[in-house]
């Protein structure tokens, strides 16, 4: 059977330390535990799904236009929410409809925080649900997905 969506799943920096870093604002489970859940959720909705994490801009870059055939993004930029320009060019360049992730309600947080460089390029932001801002995410992403695909 034929997948019905090709999504990527792009993590930036410092998610790789997620279970240990921070616990009280980023939760415990690790990246590996949240990929497995997509997974079984993109497997169980006959999605195709890869994943990528990358600490450093520029693989960020190069994964999101490499991969510019994907039907959709689900991305969760770090720290780099707040300061790519590059990131949301990168995106904006490829026309891949893209969901904003984060564990954290980057709005209640610090002020800086509040600022996403990243979300006016894609149709949506999830934040604040902890693990689970990235099924909200990918749920939406693939009824948006849907929706369009209705329309054409």
Known sequence: MTKQFWI???NGPNLNLLGTREKEIYGVKTLE????ALKQFADENNIEIDFFQSNSEGDIIDFIQKNRDADGL???PGA?????????DAISGVSIPAVEVH??????????RSVSRIAPVCIGQI?????????????????????RDKKD
Not at 103 to 112: G, M, P, V, Y
Not at 134 to 144: K, P, R, V
């Open 103 to 112: 564990l954290s309600n980057i709005h209640a947080r610090e002020e800086f």
């Open 8 to 10: 990527i799943v792009l």
């Open 74 to 76: 689900l991305i969760n």
């Open 33 to 36: 535990e949240i990929n497995a």
């Open 80 to 88: 780099y929410t707040h300061t790519s320009f590059a990131i949301r």
């Open 127 to 147: 934040s604040g649900f902890g693990h689970h801002s990235y099924t909200i995410g990918l749920i939406a992403l693939i009824d948006y997905l849907t929706d």
